[in-house]
DNA sequence: CCGATGTAGTACACCGATGTAAAGTAGGCT
DNA sequence: AGCCTACTTTACATCGGTGTACTACATCGG
């Protein structure tokens, strides 16, 4: 059997509650009393039974992140960042992956956790506004990445208004018109989709060019593959544009192959733009123009404010908007 | 307060146990009786606190997996292919981040974990025969990725030593005598470095091909911007080269970035071939020629692996070799 | 008709930590 | 001296399930 706080407790000549005093940093402990336990603790090789501490305590020290995917490369470095950040508070994280669809993604989230989490970060795909109420979770809960209006709970939210706008505009000061769009969840309302596409549209009308509807290209799943099956299609239709606005970066990239493959030159014939400023937009060929959403920061804000939560803050439900930025790279800008 | 046993006992009428027999499966139950707990739980929205059970029972149905860095793109899959198939069998998965350099990776691997977890899958990157034994964990571990000798724990090993031999041969039967090598660690005897290193040396000295120690650029952590600087590296060196092999895909990436960033053309100046098969390398540009080491199936048999060792088999520990494959792809054959 | 076996359910102690309350000591103030 | 506060440690109940042991009835083979 394992070692437990009793036999801690004997091996140091003190009651079992002296040794959990040590451990949480009690203050009124005699100095020679701690260095007994502690070494009682080191020498037995005792290891703290967390389930039992969280049976008493209701606390377990870990929080759960959910995200689509994490073989998406955004969504593996948004949890890098959170384990990263999650660290410094001394918590550990829990990752469930919800997958690409909405269905299972309101399944997922609903799930029992029996308790598991303190906390809950949850970056959804295609949720909205009417979906959020139908959350169960007892433990306090971070939206990540999606503008859910008037949701009650509390968001860190990517800028996907003013970075499609940015991208759209730069695309636009390049003399670039027709902008076909890769990646549209056709009939969806809410979601990521539907607000950068939106937000593409207002671009344009903006700035008095035609939506050209003929250009919006569908793709379920944000991933390479998916962007070079739009892409084929966009060429497949026979329509004329130059340039791509692709909804992701992973988009973006099967775009970019699928372009090149057919012999187009980028960005001379076609220019190309995606989202998230994964690692890889700086290291593809042709480097990828992006939407940089601040991915570090969001992490960090987010974990800061479920912890604030966590600890029992009841304050007003806050909505923080990340800054984005813009990198111009070589699918926009060519090579000089 | 959250919902407890007893409240259900209560309302369906029967004792704690019973519900607690309904839950489990228990076979012994009389259909009505069942019927009348399921709707009692349902009732009230029953969650079961995972803590309470472990506390009496040892087991918390999560298992750990222990990885560098979930930002690259081969963890990133890894976890995901890996929470699949945990999921099959009803477990959660809790990540942690070793972090890239080795004394980060013993400490957390030692790290308490208080019993919070049945098993863990370990994927490390640079530890060796010796460091094992110092692992502490009381709980079964499987160990990913890194071929370590006669260790007393579980394996399913990608084939690197097949693998990278493979590639190589591949080089040398498109002509390539000088094959620089990207990613290796000056000094390490154990780890992934070291072992794909000695398989590419092997493979040249077993074709007469001398080994040219000149053209081995380091890089400690395997991204694309390390890839790059090796790259740089070698270009500056002045010296000459046919073939880039790069120990893994993300090095591949950076070093394409940067020969193509000098105007050299691949694969007709120089050919790269990498090692992993991330998603990227069949969209990059050019497409990547890469050995998989058989992601999916590895995540599956350890997955299972463990299972097996956490229900109790005891039986001779295992060493699974994972069947690798090698794509060929315009990195080293052009577009024709 | 008896003991053996199978089915259905319950009582109770217990897993390992911690919150609460309370006891004991020492020093400070009136 | 008498009382109060600050410090140090402990006893004990308790968190919410589950293992074990036990009761009770039905069925069955000989």
Same mark, same amino acid.
């Given at each position: 059997?394992?070692?437990?706080?009793?036999?801690?407790? @004997?091996? #140091?000549?003190?009651?079992?509650?002296?040794?959990?005093?040590?451990?949480?940093?009690?203050?009124?402990?005699?100095?020679?009393?701690?260095?007994?336990?502690?070494?009682?603790?080191?020498?037995?090789?005792?290891?703290?039974?967390?389930? #039992?501490?969280?049976?008493?305590?209701?606390?377990?020290? !870990?929080?759960?992140?959910?995200? =689509?995917?994490?073989?998406?490369?955004?969504?593996?470095?948004? #949890?890098?960042?959170?384990?990263?950040?999650?660290?410094?508070?001394?918590?550990? /994280? $829990?990752?469930?992956?919800?997958?690409? %669809?909405?269905?299972?993604?309101?399944?997922?989230?609903?799930?029992?956790?029996?308790?598991? /989490?303190?906390?809950?970060?949850?970056?959804?795909?295609?949720?909205?506004?009417?979906?959020?109420?139908?959350?169960?979770?007892?433990?306090?809960?971070?939206?990540?990445?999606?503008? !859910?209006?008037?949701?009650?709970?509390?968001?860190? $939210?990517?800028?996907?208004?003013?970075?499609?706008?940015?991208?759209?505009?730069?695309?636009?000061?390049?003399?670039?018109?027709?902008?076909?769009?890769?990646?549209?969840? =056709?009939?969806?309302?809410?979601?990521?989709?539907?607000?950068?596409?939106?937000?593409?549209?207002?671009?344009?009308?903006?700035?008095?060019? =035609?939506?050209?509807?003929?250009?919006?290209?569908?793709?379920?799943?944000?991933?390479?593959?998916?962007?070079?099956?739009?892409?084929?299609?966009?060429?497949?239709?026979?329509?004329?544009?130059?340039?791509?606005?692709?909804?992701? %970066?992973?988009?973006?990239?099967?775009?970019?192959?699928?372009?090149?493959?057919?012999?187009?030159?980028?960005?001379?014939?076609?220019?190309? #733009?995606?989202?998230?400023? !994964? %690692?890889?937009?700086?290291?593809?060929?042709?480097?990828?123009?992006?939407?940089?959403?601040?991915?570090?920061?969001?992490? @960090?804000?987010?974990?800061?404010?479920? /912890?604030?939560?966590?600890?029992?803050?009841?304050?007003?439900?806050?909505?923080?908007?990340?800054?984005?930025?813009?990198?111009?790279?070589?699918?926009?800008?060519?090579?000089?």
């Amino acid at each position: 059997m394992a070692v437990t706080m009793r036999d801690v407790a @004997r091996h #140091a000549g003190v009651s079992p509650k002296t040794v959990s005093n040590v451990m949480n940093g009690y203050p009124y402990i005699r100095e020679e009393t701690r260095t007994k336990v502690l070494a009682a603790i080191d020498a037995l090789g005792y290891q703290m039974n967390i389930s #039992a501490r969280n049976l008493k305590s209701g606390r377990t020290g !870990i929080i759960g992140l959910a995200v =689509p995917e994490l073989s998406l490369p955004y969504f593996g470095e948004l #949890a890098d960042a959170v384990i990263e950040a999650a660290e410094q508070h001394g918590l550990t /994280v $829990m990752i469930e992956q919800t997958g690409a %669809d909405r269905d299972r993604e309101l399944t997922v989230i609903n799930r029992p956790r029996g308790h598991l /989490v303190d906390g809950l970060l949850y970056s959804p795909l295609g949720l909205g506004q009417e979906d959020i109420g139908q959350l169960t979770t007892s433990a306090p809960m971070v939206l990540l990445g999606e503008r !859910i209006f008037h949701s009650p709970v509390d968001h860190v $939210m990517i800028d996907n208004v003013a970075g499609t706008k940015a991208a759209v505009e730069h695309l636009l000061q390049l003399g670039r018109r027709r902008i076909a769009v890769l990646g549209v969840h =056709p009939g969806e309302k809410v979601g990521t989709a539907a607000i950068r596409y939106d937000a593409y549209a207002e671009a344009l009308t903006e700035h008095g060019v =035609p939506v050209p509807e003929e250009l919006a290209f569908s793709a379920g799943k944000w991933h390479r593959s998916t962007g070079a099956e739009a892409t084929q299609a966009l060429l497949a239709s026979g329509r004329k544009f130059d340039a791509v606005l692709a909804l992701n %970066d992973t988009l973006a990239l099967g775009a970019i192959r699928t372009l090149t493959k057919h012999g187009l030159r980028i960005p001379d014939d076609v220019a190309v #733009a995606g989202f998230d400023n !994964i %690692d890889e937009a700086q290291y593809s060929t042709p480097t990828l123009t992006t939407v940089d959403p601040g991915r570090t920061q969001i992490a @960090r804000t987010a974990v800061d404010l479920l /912890v604030r939560r966590m600890t029992g803050d009841d304050s007003e439900h806050e909505e923080i908007v990340a800054p984005y930025e813009l990198h111009t790279r070589e699918s926009t800008l060519g090579t000089a």
